[in-house]
């Protein structure tokens, strides 16, 4: 069955730092989504993006965000000077379809922590 | 903006019993989709079930049922002859029809299983 998949699993880093986390989303979707969950809370909108360019996103993300598909395959998110609040899990999503209906299948997730 | 409610931060119950999540959600629009997400330890995130706001009857998948109450905007899980394997965070989602379909989420329901 396809899947969602995201590289690293777990990310260190240090304040200040740029970070990449990377996301395979399923090979026929169209719709890609970054969403985050700090430790204990509930998981947050990041950013949508379809037909390469940024189609919604929250106020998280703000200038210090960015996201890209540079092929066919991979879409990234990237964090340019992460803040030690930045630690989360960040979760990547894929879905076929923009229709409300259409399942988001979510990546395994990647750790990232800011120290 | 739309917003979710899971009212219970945790609940157990003994294995082979049924349990109900509760979520209620807040919304102007009339058609929209609702969905539960399961969060293992692993925290990965995974399709539980899902309910178009426009459909009456009660969406269940094997052991897995909702509650759907459009008026009362309530949507609550059912889990029926529950197993270790269910123990997880439950997530409550809303997704609108309109824009990019971003999924907005609940704070959770830590649900653990008793041998």
């Known amino acids: 069955e396809p899947e969602v998949t995201q590289t690293p699993s777990h990310q260190v880093t240090q304040m200040g730092q740029e970070v990449i986390l990377r996301c395979v989303p399923i090979s026929n979707h169209l719709y890609f989504y970054w969403y985050r969950q700090i430790l204990g809370q509930k998981v947050e909108f990041l950013v949508s993006f379809y037909n390469n360019e940024i189609s919604e996103k929250s106020e998280i993300f703000d200038d210090q965000f960015s996201v890209e598909r540079p092929d066919g395959s991979n879409f990234t998110l990237k964090i340019r000077s992460t803040k030690l609040e930045d630690s989360a899990m960040y979760f990547c999503?894929?879905?076929?379809?923009?229709?409300?209906?259409?399942?988001?299948?979510f990546g395994p997730g990647t750790r990232l922590t800011v120290l | 903006a739309q917003t979710v409610t899971q009212s219970q931060p945790e609940m157990s119950v003994q294995e082979a019993e049924t349990v109900t999540l509760s979520c209620t959600y807040d919304t102007s629009e009339s058609d929209y989709y609702l969905f539960w997400y399961k969060q293992p330890p692993s925290r990965q995130m995974i399709l539980v079930i899902r309910q178009e706001a426009y459909k009456q009857q009660n969406a269940t998948e094997n052991r897995f049922s909702v509650n759907f109450q459009k008026a009362a905007k309530s949507f609550s899980l059912k889990i029926s002859d529950s197993q270790l394997g269910d123990a997880a965070m439950y997530f409550c989602a809303y997704r609108s029809v309109r824009g990019a379909q971003k999924l907005v989420f609940g704070q959770g329901t830590r649900l653990t299983i008793n041998p």
């Open positions: 999503a894929s879905s076929g379809q923009a229709s409300g209906g259409d399942t988001q299948y």
